[in-house]
């Protein structure tokens, strides 16, 4: 117990004297989950409409592909998006292997399923009558889905909260795909497996403070929209 104590009270010494390391590493993990995320909420959220609201012959398909997309393990993502944007893939002369860049698009089609799904979740919960009722005062389609939006509006923050933290906590893309450079691309989760395997008990506790900080403000605010949240949403 006394190895603990003494590395908590240096982990918390590192993050409340500010230390550069620490919050750099945080910092990057932070801003690669909330790039992916938005990126993934600009294709999801239309998909999910779609998904809901349109009828074509593959759709059940592809909301099988992707239920099962969610599962897949980080690793998988990180190895598939490797083969085309390492030096001999198909994007290699982008030169995105091992750059933040790297890391946000392994989170984002990592998040992307699970933002859809939640996403399409949260529309199929809400009565059809609210868009059919825009649509007949003469709302266009689009109206009807900012409409539509606005009644799911909880459970909508809620998927994104959802796909954040699933970004952000993942440690198989950042790893394969960003390639743990100290100072550029080491994330909170590769730098914490690192940390521990070198010894530094205390900068690996640390940064999993952040990330329980992380968690529990995540949580803060699922259930502060779930509380809050309309009948409907």
């Excluded at 009270?9 to 909330?34: M, P």
């Excluded at 001999?88 to 292997?97: E, K, N, Q, S, Y």
């Excluded at 998927?159 to 450079?181: D, Q």
């Amino acid at each position: 117990m006394g190895i603990f104590w003494e590395s908590l009270k240096e982990a918390l010494y590192l993050l409340l004297s500010g230390d550069r390391q620490v919050w750099g590493i945080a910092f990057l993990s932070l801003s690669c989950a909330f790039w992916a995320t938005l990126a993934a909420s600009a294709i999801g959220l239309p998909a999910a409409f779609l998904l809901r609201y349109r009828e074509f012959r593959l759709k059940n398909f592809v909301i099988l592909i992707l239920n099962t997309l969610q599962s897949v393990p980080t690793v998988a993502v990180g190895l598939f998006l490797y083969v085309f944007i390492s030096r001999r893939g198909i994007f290699g002369p982008l030169d995105l292997l091992c750059s933040p860049k790297a890391i946000s698009l392994g989170q984002f089609f990592l998040i992307l399923p699970l933002l859809v799904m939640f996403a399409l979740a949260a529309i199929n919960r809400l009565d059809e009558r609210y868009r059919q009722t825009d649509l007949t005062l003469g709302a266009s389609p689009w109206q009807a889905a900012l409409a539509v939006c606005r009644e799911a509006r909880f459970a909508l923050v809620a998927a994104l909260c959802a796909s954040f933290g699933r970004g952000v906590a993942e440690v198989g893309v950042s790893m394969m795909l960003g390639g743990n450079i100290k100072g550029f691309t080491r994330a909170m989760t590769t730098a914490m497996a690192l940390e521990n395997d070198k010894g530094e008990f205390a900068m690996a506790l640390s940064l999993g403070l952040v990330l329980l900080l992380v968690s529990f403000a995540l949580n803060f605010a699922l259930n502060f929209f779930q509380d809050h949240k309309g009948p409907n949403s």
